[in-house]
């Protein structure tokens, strides 16, 4: 599809003790995730694992809108965390935790290999002119490189991650982020060759001044979407309907 499922993004990174490291990939798929689109109000959750630069995992959690990344499912679920979730938590060296709302998504097919580079500006007359260029230019730019099987623009959501840090019952602590440019291939090389277009250099030739821009290169490990949970909830509803 290569597009993105809604138009908000909750993006995580996490650095994890390598000890802990078997049981938190099993946690993410047998609990964290297929209960974030199944219960959180979320259309998808991809998981990533760094080839290049860190943190050494990245979570792409969309949904329709900013506000239904902190709706009343996630509300539940994030306000009362059992103690395995607990555990893996304390696992975590690093988080950073960041909602963004899309400025542009665009392309043909999920890829499995994710150039991200997460910028940081400086005031928010850098961050008007990075959403401007994401909503009017991303997509045109990213038709230039015919690698590129899907590319996203994200600009920050503080109020939702603010809104988010209200209920919680952990993780007010956590780094936030400012904005964020996704790029999907095939190839790892792929995203190799066009790390230098994101550098701030790069970003510079574009018309985007920032402060900052750390580039990571990430291999898909999971991709979980409520249609992979259709056949269980429609079980669920015909063991609770009357005979």
């Keep these: 599809m290569g597009k993105l499922r809604g138009q908000a993004v909750l993006m995580v990174w996490v650095d994890i003790d390598e000890a802990d490291q078997d049981a938190a990939d ?22 990533f694992r760094a080839l290049s630069g860190s943190p050494a995992h990245m979570g792409v959690l969309e949904a329709q809108t900013t506000d239904a990344l902190a709706g009343e499912g996630y509300k539940r679920v ?33 890829g499995a290999v994710m150039l991200c580079a997460r910028i940081q500006f400086a005031d928010d007359a850098q961050r008007a002119a990075f959403a401007r260029w994401g909503q009017t230019k991303f997509e045109a730019w990213v038709r230039q490189f015919p690698q590129i099987l899907g590319g996203h623009a994200l600009a920050g959501a503080p109020e939702i991650r603010r809104y988010m840090d209200s209920f919680r019952a ?66 669920a509803r015909a063991h609770e309907e009357p005979k």
Excluded at 26 to 47: D, K
Excluded at 171 to 187: A, H, K, M, P, T
Aim: glycine fraction near 8%; aromatic fraction near 6%; hydrophobic fraction near 30%.
């Design 26 to 47: 099993r946690w993410y798929e047998q609990e964290h995730f297929p209960e974030r689109v199944t219960q959180s109000g979320y259309l998808r959750a991809r998981r």
């Design 78 to 110: 994030t306000a009362n965390i059992n103690d395995r979730s607990r555990q893996i938590r304390n696992a975590f060296r690093r988080i950073i935790r960041s909602p963004h709302a899309v400025l542009s998504s665009t392309g043909t097919i999920d």
């Design 170 to 235: 952990s993780g007010q602590n956590d780094e936030s982020g400012d904005g964020v440019i996704l790029l999907e291939f095939g190839r790892p090389q792929d995203g190799e060759e066009m790390s230098k277009r994101l550098s701030l250099a790069g970003l510079r030739e574009l018309g985007i001044e920032a402060s900052e821009s750390l580039l990571s290169i990430y291999q898909l490990m999971i991709d979980m979407e409520t249609r992979h949970f259709a056949s269980q909830k429609r079980s």
